[in-house]
T-cell receptor, first 111, second 112 residues
Framework: EAQVTQNPRYLITVTGKKLTVTCSQN?????MSWYRQDPGLGLRQIYY???????DKGDVPEGYKVSRKEKRNFPLILESPSPNQTSLYFC??????????FGPGTRLLVL | LAKITQPISMDSYEGQEVNITCSHN???????ITWYQQFPSQGPRFIIQ?????VTNEVASLFIPADRKSSTLSLPRVSLSDTAVYYC?????????????WGAGTKLIIKP
């Protein structure tokens, strides 16, 4: 089954404790993105990647890092999380027809 | 970058046609317009995409006027299961810089 998976689905952490949210797709897509979703603000793109070893900033990249060492994986890294990074995070993978397929989401709470 | 405006919420009734309009005054020449649907606790799901004029698929139609400064998503004969948030998205195809701008979403509530 074609899908995008994210782990963990829920995470509670404390300020400053590094964390990684994993994202994996099995559709051999070149393009992947990370979004955060906050009430009243819709989805905002954090980072995107057009291919392996090619990443670029989206709208709200501050406080986040990504890597794309292989095509299927695109982890999101928070080196020193802060409470304003409490949010719902989505990973997306884009087909050649430019349709984005979204993961199930990761709900993060930073205390 | 395009600034996107769409209504915060809309109500309608089962069996009606629903039209949701999105404003994107600063749309760039190579930007596409895409609409996604999102149910609670799920990721957004692709509905339809277009560049100009009219696009129709099995679930919706997308109307884009010649100036492309707005677009209208049309859902024919809605049902209760169409209750969701609908997002308008403007951006270039992935083969360019791929920075995408999303509207804040329109919460559509369908009543029996």
């Amino acid at each position: 089954e074609a899908q995008v998976t994210q782990n963990p689905r829920y995470l509670i952490t404390v300020t400053g404790k590094k964390l990684t949210v994993t994202c994996s797709q099995n559709m051999n897509h070149e393009y992947m993105s990370w979004y955060r979703q906050d009430p009243g603000l819709g989805l905002r793109q954090i980072y995107y990647s057009m291919n392996v070893e090619v990443t670029d900033k989206g709208d709200v990249p501050e406080g986040y890092k990504v890597s794309r060492k292989e095509k299927r994986n695109f982890p999101l890294i928070l080196e020193s999380p802060s409470p304003n990074q409490t949010s719902l995070y989505f990973c997306a993978s884009t087909s050649g027809e430019e349709t984005q397929y979204f993961g199930p989401g990761t709900r993060l709470l930073v205390l | 970058l395009a600034k996107i405006t769409q209504p915060i919420s809309m109500d309608s009734y089962e069996g009606q046609e629903v039209n949701i309009t999105c404003s994107h005054n600063n749309i760039a020449t190579n930007d596409y317009i895409t609409w996604y649907q999102q149910f609670p606790s799920q990721g957004p799901r692709f509905i339809i995409q277009g560049y100009k004029t009219k696009v129709t698929n099995e679930v919706a139609s997308l109307f884009i006027p010649a100036d492309r400064k707005s677009s209208t998503l049309s859902l024919p004969r809605v049902s209760l299961s169409d209750t969701a948030v609908y997002y308008c998205l403007v951006g270039p195809p992935p083969r360019s810089n791929y920075q995408l701008i999303w509207g804040a979403g329109t919460k559509l509530i369908i009543k029996p």
